[in-house]
């Protein structure tokens, strides 16, 4: 069993759909998560950053995190066309700085 | 941009052979990772560097080596290349333990 599991997708939504991607972890000693998204071909740019459990919100950008259930979230309000890429789910415990990430699931927001 | 450069952006070479790929941080930065994502296994962590000492290690072949300059630049070494080491290699860089920005990538094709 892989320590962070992501579902894949294609996820393909219509513009302006709330989206909701999640990931789930084994290692309860994870403490720092963070979300990730990913254009074709280019390097991960950090989206969100966020420390144990709550929510935290940016923009359309909103980042949960349950540690009792492992599992945490991304929301995505008013989804865009530009929104479309590979989001990637990651996090570590604090005795290192080593990043583990799901898979990504790839999402599709159509006009 | 996340102000991490990776040079060359494309190689492509043959089985057997060495190549160096080389990582610019970010201003200030004085950690360096690089990661291997290919389309089986995800973003795999292989090995940090802070301040041009080895911090961590992860599941790196030993055909692989690393090491981090005073000028703070990052290479990573590649001999004895096998059709699997097809991947795009990823540097990121950090100021301490906190959030990681990803380099651009370098897409490596053994052939």
């Known amino acids: 069993q892989k320590e962070v599991e992501q579902d894949p997708g294609p996820l393909s939504v219509p513009e302006g759909a709330i989206v909701s991607l999640n990931c789930t972890y084994s290692n309860s000693a994870f403490q720092y998560f963070m979300w990730y998204r990913q254009y074709s071909r280019k390097g991960p740019e950090l989206l969100m950053y966020?420390?144990?459990?709550g929510n935290k919100e940016d923009g359309r950008f909103t980042a949960q995190v349950d540690k009792s259930s492992k599992y945490i979230s991304l929301f995505i309000r008013d989804s865009q066309p530009s929104d479309s890429a590979t989001y990637l789910c990651a996090m570590r415990d604090y005795n290192t700085d080593k990043l583990i990430f799901g898979t990504g699931t790839r999402l599709q927001v159509f006009p | 941009d996340s102000g991490v450069t990776q040079t060359p952006k494309h190689l492509i070479t043959a089985t057997g052979q060495r190549v160096t790929l080389r990582c610019s941080p970010r201003s200030g930065d004085l950690s360096v990772y690089w990661y291997q994502q290919s389309l089986d296994q995800g973003l795999q962590f292989l090995i940090q560097?802070?301040?041009?000492?080895?911090?961590a290690k992860g599941n790196i072949l030993e055909r692989f080596s690393a090491q981090q300059f005073p000028d703070l630049h990052s290479e990573l070494n590649l001999s004895s290349l096998e059709l699997g080491d097809s991947a795009l290699y990823f540097c990121?860089?950090?100021?301490?333990?906190?959030?990681?920005?990803f380099g651009p990538g370098t897409r490596l094709l053994v052939l």
């Open positions: 966020t420390y144990s459990s």
């Open positions: 560097y802070y301040n041009g000492e080895e911090r």
């Open positions: 990121a860089s950090s100021a301490g333990s906190e959030t990681q920005y």
